[in-house]
């Protein structure tokens, strides 16, 4: 354990020396800062209308709009999911890919750690990072919670909040993995962040895509996509079997990479 | 003397290429064995081997009498390492990266200021460890590729190419530092500075399109090979031409 904390150590030292991470980070709160101010102005905006017409008389989907955690924590954060979608191969694709490229790999091979320590190490500083880039967004609902206000006198149920911000680091966490194990797979970083992108958007729409299959097809889909499984925890609602799915694919995906490092042995 | 380093029938084919063919060798504790050949004559595929970073086709490798193939951790916690592109960070500074490396070998915490201070002594390189290794000229990259090797002080070395890229100066700085070695470590030492080996090692191992073409003390290849006065050059090169 020691050497795979050793492993990631420099893993975030080396991100943090690179301007990968600050391109990441600001890109991160750009957006999701853009949306924040929009969900903000139509929250803002519905408010008003029910202020005239009264909630019985609004669209029911306007409904989420009566408070600020459905209104804009919640959407902030399925928003914020798919830009970690974007944001996430960025960050994994560097993990092995170079250090096959700069020779360094060879170091890691040949030094007393094992291919399972290496895996976490790496593991673990990819998902410090990825988890450092989501952190920041908990600016969000704390802004809200500093200058917002609702009926029941607390701005936001933090419960919710927590849980859809635990949720959207397991789903940072999964796509790491997922990067990971590409990465490991080329020398190429950028070909890595393409595959690991081609693998993580089809399997996030699966839901959409499969709406036309028949039966048990479109179950099945709806099941294993990753915006199905995201959607409950997002929510705030303590979803075991959402947690056992993205588990699951985090597992798997370190398991496949430390076949990929062990497979080195016998190239 | 006990051998620390036993190859038998090595082989390693790379899909219809043959790169190193049924060698056979072995070093004794404390020896300095120079290892010869020219461009794509398998060195450098045999030391990846010899490391536990690449499989073997066929045979046996033995260090400190643990099988590579079955026993790589034990190999690796008692081999420095120094492949031909020094493993760099190149966004670390020295410092960081030698204690990384010091702390996957298995350095103790408490000997890592120690341990680091030791090699960037022994190489050269105390006064830019607070550098970034992107910022080093090739000269210092080479050394800080050296002092990785050297770091927990590993029983076995295998230097490929250690003195690329270095001054004349450097090179004779290295060249004592691995002639320093000797005794208490066994050295596999590759390069194409004939004179290095000449002034380093005893024996050499020259390979020659994967097979090895010699294993014996420079003196006597000189012998057999036209006389006290051949130079490891000439020896070098009547045995590659002729195979």
């Known amino acids: 354990m020691r050497n795979a904390l050793a492993i990631a150590r420099k893993e975030l030292g080396i991100y943090f020396s690179t301007p990968w991470a600050y391109v990441v980070f600001t890109a991160m709160l750009g957006i999701s800062s853009f949306f924040f101010v929009n969900l903000l102005a139509t929250f803002k905006e519905v408010q008003g209308l029910a202020r005239v017409y009264g909630w019985a008389r609004l669209p029911p989907e306007y409904g989420l709009f009566k408070n600020l955690t459905d209104g804009i924590v919640v959407q902030l954060w399925d928003v914020i999911g798919v830009i970690t979608l974007f944001v996430a191969p960025f960050l994994s694709m560097r993990l092995f890919a170079e250090e096959k490229r700069n020779r360094t790999f060879e170091l890691l091979m040949t030094a007393p750690v094992r291919p399972w320590e290496i895996v976490l190490g790496k593991y673990l500083g ?4 990825i988890w450092a880039t989501l952190g920041l967004t908990i600016i969000f609902p704390i802004t809200l919670s500093l200058f917002g206000s609702s009926e029941s006198g607390t701005a936001l149920e933090w419960s919710t909040v927590a849980l859809g911000f635990g949720g959207l680091l397991l789903w940072g966490a999964t796509c790491l993995a997922v990067g990971m194990f590409v990465s490991a797979l080329t020398e190429s970083q950028m070909l890595a962040a393409f595959l690991t992108f081609a693998i993580l958007l089809p399997w996030m729409l699966l839901r959409g895509l499969a709406q036309s299959a028949e039966e048990p097809w479109r179950s099945i889909a709806n099941h294993l996509s990753f915006s199905s499984q995201l959607s409950t925890l997002s929510r705030g609602v303590l979803d075991l079997k959402a947690l056992v799915f993205f588990l699951s ?16 042995r016998w190239a | 003397m006990t051998a620390m380093i036993e190859v038998t029938g090595l082989g390693k084919r790379y899909r219809d290429r043959v790169a190193v063919e049924n060698l056979t060798f072995s070093v004794p504790e404390g020896e300095i064995l120079g290892f010869l050949g020219p461009n794509g004559a398998g060195k450098s595929t045999t030391m990846k081997i010899l490391t536990g970073y ?10 400190a009498g643990f099988d590579v193939f079955e026993e790589p951790y034990e190999v690796k916690r008692r081999i420095g390492y120094l492949p031909e592109t020094p493993p760099l960070y190149p966004e670390m500074t020295v410092r960081g990266y030698l204690k990384f490396v010091a702390s996957i070998k298995g350095v103790r915490r408490g000997q890592l200021t120690t341990e680091l201070e030791r090699v960037a002594h022994a190489t050269g390189v105390s006064e830019v460890l607070d550098r970034l290794i992107q910022n080093l000229s090739k000269g210092y990259r080479q050394r800080v590729g050296v002092a990785q090797a050297l770091l927990g002080n ?17 090179r004779a700085e290295v060249r004592q530092l691995i002639k320093g070695l000797a005794g208490q470590h ?17 024996r050499v191992l020259i390979l020659n399109q ?18 006290d006065q051949t130079s ?12």
């Open chain 2, 54 to 63: 690449l499989p073997a086709t066929s045979g046996t490798v033995k260090v």
């Open chain 2, 186 to 202: 066994t050295v596999i030492l590759s390069t194409h500075i004939l004179s290095e080996v000449t002034m380093t090692c005893e």
């Open chain 1, 126 to 129: 990819g998902v410090g990072v």
């Open chain 2, 154 to 170: 590993p029983p076995v070395l295998i230097l490929d190419e250690p003195t690329e890229g270095l001054d004349p100066s450097q």
């Open chain 2, 210 to 227: 994967g097979r090895m073409v010699a294993f014996d003390e420079i003196r006597n290849l000189a012998h057999a090979l036209g006389g």
């Open chain 1, 249 to 264: 694919v985090i597992l798997f995906s370190l398991l496949l990479t430390h076949r990929t490092v062990e497979a080195q």
């Open chain 2, 232 to 243: 490891l050059e000439d020896i070098f090169l009547k045995l590659t031409a002729a195979a």
